[in-house]
Structure formats: C-alpha cells, structure tokens
C-alpha cells in the first residue's frame, strides 16, 4: 500500500514538474506571428508533445479520463490561442458512440486538437506540428479520450493525453495517432481490429451496482 502511494505521488510530481517546465518555455517563447515575420513570412514549428504521464494499457488510460467517445470529424479550421504562441485545430465531432462522460449520443461537439496551421491577416503563416503524431483528418470516425474541464486557451474539448488520447478507425483497423515506438498503447493497439478494440473499452465500463 506505502509503495503505491509512494508511485502516485512521484507521477504526480514529475506530471507537476513537466507542466510548469513547459508553462515557463511557453511564457518565454515568442508569439508565432513574430516568429513567423522573422523567419521571412512562413514557420513550420515542430515541437515534442507532453508525455509527462504515460498509462500503461487502454484500460488504465479509460479508467483516467472523463470522456470517451467515438466520433466522426466533419470540418476543422485552425484557430490561435489567445496569447498567439500555439494553434489548434477545433474538430466539429459528431459523435457515435459515448463509452464514458456526460456527452449525447447524436451530437455534435468540438475537441480542440493540438497542432495545425493558421493565417495571420498580413498573409505571414504558421504551421505547428507534434513530432511523430498524426494530425486528424475530416471524414474519419476516431476514439477520443478526452478531458471534461475546459483550459481558457483552448475552445473546445481537450485531448486526456497528447500522447495516448486520439486513435483513428480506417479500414475497420486502429491507427493511434502517436506513432512513438516506445508507447505501450500504441505498440500493443497498432492495426488491431477496430470492433474488437471498442468492446475492449466497452468492458473497461465500470459495472452499476443494484
């Protein structure tokens, strides 16, 4: 019991210490239209998304997270972050299916997904990706884990884990869209049959006592 309480608390330290290194690069960094003007009109800024927590099986990331749900993309544009230093791409989500989380089945909902392009109105662009994570696309139903509280800089709903919480359903196969070989989640999910993957996040459902 002591030891577990010991693991808990150092995940929480390190997630803690992780999050305010990356809130002072950020409070640092430049906003993206002034980099993008120095660097000639255009940036294309490639960053390593968070991993500050990574959850070892499906079922320990489902158990984590507020909402689950399977969703169509239907249309996404890029939007800037009020202090202008990160874009994102707000998903117009129908959804499919909520495994977990107070969500409708039927509606539509946005999830802001880190990462995209954006035009500023002097024509200057930006372009910002996550190294080794596939950028979401309209017309494909995905599995999102996602976050119930909403962050100011982020309009829509938010992804659980950068890492760990968006996998796309193509060709009735899973495609996380982190592709690190050194994530367990995705090294384990990677090409495995969609439908079988849904009832293993179905049997994650925490049965209701009578």
């Known amino acids: 019991m002591g030891n577990k309480i010991h693991r808990l608390i150092l995940i929480a330290l390190v997630g803690l210490a992780c999050a305010l290194g990356i809130a002072a690069q950020r409070v640092a960094r430049p906003d993206l239209h002034s980099r993008a003007k120095s660097n000639g009109g255009k940036l294309v800024w490639k960053y390593k998304p968070t991993r500050s927590v990574i959850y070892p099986t499906v079922e320990e990331l489902f158990k984590r997270t507020d909402i689950v749900i399977v969703g169509r993309t239907l249309g996404h544009r890029g939007r800037l972050t009020p202090d202008g230093k990160f874009v994102t791409e707000d998903f117009l989500v129908r959804v499919q299916e909520v495994l977990k989380g107070n969500v409708q089945n039927g509606s539509s909902i946005l999830i802001s997904l880190p990462g995209g392009s954006y035009k500023f109105p002097d024509g ?9 994570y596939k950028q979401a696309i309209d ?8 976050k119930d509280n909403k962050n100011t800089d982020y309009k829509g709903y938010r992804l659980a884990s950068d890492t760990q919480g ?9 495609e996380p869209a982190y592709t690190g070989a050194s994530d367990p989640i995705a090294t384990k999910n990677q090409g495995v049959d969609a439908i079988t993957f849904i009832r293993q996040l179905r049997a994650a459902v925490p049965v209701a006592k009578k």
């Open 124 to 132: 200057a662009h930006v372009h910002v990706m996550a190294v080794g």
């Open 139 to 146: 017309g494909v139903s995905y599995v999102f884990f996602l």
């Open 166 to 174: 968006l996998f796309a359903l193509k060709d009735r196969k899973v």
